[in-house]
């Protein structure tokens, strides 16, 4: 089983309010991250957890705010975010066995619309 | 990868044909390479992948080449079939112990029947 689950599908919000993206696996991985995509461009890496410790912030701005509870589960908090945030944003996990090396596999995203 | 902009470079092939998809990667450190296939409204799938100490790894229907003189990684795919339409992405990790990957711009399948 190499699924990656992502929740909600959807998501649209103004630039005043507050909500979360909810990312989940349960292969045993011990490394998850968040990415952003914009149309017709590759996943650009936001951040990356490394047994529930955040390893790598892609200087990304503090109006993104990861959380990783334990291992199979990953946050992205999202206040006071701008229209041109708009994009999708995807979750991976991998095991972190052999970072240089581990696969990656990607949940489905979720698609945020700030208006 | 460079940015192509707005458009995506497009692979066109007839049903049956066999495709390569190339891939220029910009980190001579680089030492695992990885090849994964998007399909709209969906996340990058994972097709193939190759460590630097290998030239060419063969999967089912899918063959990964790899040429670390001209930094050049090129995806084949036989007998290609309609499902197999979708953008295709190459991706780097050149982190030096972090798995961090850097992707290509991507170029779109277009399997005619």
Redesign the interface.
Known sequence: D?E?T?TPKHLVMGMTNKKSLKCEQHMGHR?M?WYKQKA??????MF?YSYEKL??NESVPSRFSPECPNSSLLNLHLHALQPEDSALY?C?S?Q?RD???????????TRLTVL | ?E?VG???PTLSVQEGDNSIINCAYSNSAS??F?W?KQES??????II?I?SNMDKRQGQRVTVLLNKTVKHLSLQIAATQPGDSAVY?CAE?A???????I????TRLAVHP
């Not at chain 1, 017709?40 to 890496?45: A, I, M, V, Y």
């Not at chain 1, 970072?99 to 995203?109: I, K, L, N």
């Not at chain 2, 409204?41 to 994972?46: D, R, S």
């Not at chain 2, 982190?95 to 990957?101: A, F, H, P, T």
């Open positions: 190499t990656v992502q490394a991250y017709k461009k590759p996943p650009e890496l990356v390893s790598i995807l991976a991998s972190d970072p240089a090396t581990d696969t990656q596999y990607f949940g489905p995203g | 990868g940015s707005l458009h995506l030492d695992y990885i994964y409204g969906k996340g990058p799938q994972f992948d460590r992405f990790n982190s030096g112990g972090y798995n961090k990957l992707f290509g711009a991507g």
